[in-house]
């Protein structure tokens, strides 16, 4: 089984990518409120490929175009048994608003202490508007055992996940 990542190259100037957890890594455990108040752990998908996306802030046009290209296309992941699950520094008050909004068709959660986000190497230090801890936009594929197998983590918020590389990442763990 192949594994992927999307990661700077050394010599290049404009670096758009730093991955500080690998593909090959094992994820990081978690446990998060949704944005009905639910309870969701990562190890509740074992068993399942998971998509787990860290976004900055609900409400802003790169993430709901990011969001709603995931909502648009949730049957082809469905079809590749992964489950999605999005994360942002939002309150869950937050998320609920915007996922009945948007009619999100996936979990919402709220790490609004950024617990995982640290976990995942996803904050800002400093993000637009002097913001301080707001989840970068980023990207994992977590197979069935709970192994990093893509990781994408964007310094440039207005970039989008690599969906495509992430479709065939998904596509290569059925193999």
């Known amino acids: 089984m192949s594994i992927f990542a999307r990661h700077p190259k050394p010599d290049h100037p404009n670096l758009n990518s730093i991955i500080m957890l ?11 409120r949704a944005s009905d108040k639910s309870q969701v752990h990562l190890k509740d998908f074992h068993g399942k490929n998971v998509v787990l996306l860290f976004f900055p802030l609900a409400f802003t046009s790169v993430c709901t175009k990011e969001l709603c290209h995931m909502r648009d296309s949730l049957a082809e992941y469905e079809q590749l048994d992964a489950q999605i699950l999005a994360i942002s520094v939002d309150s869950l008050y937050t998320l609920n ?7 999100f068709n996936f979990p919402m959660l709220s790490d609004f202490n950024k617990s995982v986000s640290k976990k995942y190497d996803t904050l800002y230090k400093t993000f637009v508007f002097e913001m301080k801890g707001v989840s ?10 709970g192994v990093i197998r893509y990781a994408e983590v964007l310094e440039n918020a207005g970039e989008l996940p690599d969906f495509e590389t992430i479709k065939q990442t998904l596509k290569r763990l059925e193999d």
């Not at 690998?22 to 998060?32: M, N, Y």
């Not at 608003?97 to 009619?103: C, D, Y």
């Not at 970068?136 to 055992?145: L, P």
Request: proline share 7%; no cysteine.
């Open 22 to 32: 690998k593909p090959g890594d094992k994820a990081p455990e978690f446990s998060l």
């Open 97 to 103: 608003k915007w996922k009945q909004e948007q009619n």
């Open 136 to 145: 970068k936009r980023s990207a994992f594929v977590i197979d069935r055992e």
